[in-house]
């Protein structure tokens, strides 16, 4: 099995990272500049899809591929991968969304 394929979740969460802070940097987004504020947007579904998801594995309606994961487990079978994209996922929304909101903020006062 090639290395790559069990880093293969990781790297695409981190291509999600790389893709979307020039938001934060380059256009101001301004969401990563706020951390409570952040942690206090995502770690509820964090949360509450970690214990889904621990459920579904506990059930075996659930389950990872092997050979794309890294291996390392949470408590509950919970692969890492998973815990990250429930961060990852809606960091890069919040993102996505302020830097659009401030676009648009800055269209309507020009018309």
């Known amino acids: ?23 934060e940097l380059a256009l101001g987004a301004r969401v990563w ?5 952040l942690a206090t ?7 509450i899809f970690s214990l889904w998801d621990v459920a579904a594995i506990a059930h075996r309606h659930w389950s990872f591929n092997p050979r794309y ?3 390392w487990d949470l408590p509950g079978r ?7 994209f429930f961060a990852v996922v809606p960091v890069c929304a919040l993102l996505t969304f302020a830097v659009v909101n401030r676009v648009v903020g800055r269209w309507r006062k020009r018309t």
């Not at 947007?41 to 949360?47: K, L, N, Q, R, Y």
């Not at 919970?78 to 990250?84: A, D, F, I, K, N």
């Open 33 to 37: 500049r706020r951390p409570v504020r």
């Open 41 to 47: 947007a995502v770690a509820p579904g964090v949360v």
């Open 78 to 84: 919970l692969p890492v991968e998973e815990v990250v």
């Open 69 to 71: 994961v890294t291996g």
């Open 1 to 23: 099995m090639p290395v790559v394929d069990r880093f293969q979740y990781l790297l695409v969460m981190a291509a999600c990272v790389v893709v979307t802070l020039p938001l």
